[in-house]
């Protein structure tokens, strides 16, 4: 099945930038709509940006509009987090997914996504 790994997580001050890179492994992921999200303790996993399949079309949560672009690059595998400007209230554990439907959407509900890299940690320092 379908392997994710985040990496890039790390403790940044309010108005840096960071990149999260997201590497995807053991089948095929270019035909899928993937995402990231990210979860606090003690909150629910929320839905931060999503990207349909060939890159075309991404949505994002209010709460980062503006400040952070989701790409990908499909001939490697790979999908990525700019993020910047950030805000203490973005540290959290962000989390690569993907959703195994050829539907060309892109849903902000966790449970609408199969696959999950393991997470990385951001920390933003007021």
């Known amino acids: 099945q379908v392997q994710l790994v985040e990496s890039g997580g790390e403790l940044v001050q309010a108005g840096d930038s960071l990149k999260l890179s997201c590497a995807a492994s053991g089948g095929p992921v270019s035909t899928y709509t993937m995402g990231w999200f990210r979860q606090t303790p003690g909150k629910e996993r929320e839905f931060v940006t999503g990207?349909?399949?060939?890159?075309?079309?991404?949505k994002y949560a209010d709460a980062v509009k503006g400040r952070f672009t989701i790409s990908r690059v499909n001939s490697k595998s790979m999908l990525y987090l700019q993020m910047n400007t950030l805000k203490p209230e973005d540290t959290a554990v962000y989390y690569c997914?993907?959703?195994?439907?050829?539907?060309?959407?892109?849903?902000?509900?966790?449970?609408?996504?199969?696959?999950w890299g393991q997470g990385t940690q951001v920390t933003v320092s007021s």
């Open positions: 997914a993907l959703r195994r439907s050829l539907i060309v959407e892109i849903p902000i509900m966790a449970n609408e996504y199969e696959y």
């Open positions: 990207i349909i399949w060939n890159g075309e079309r991404a």
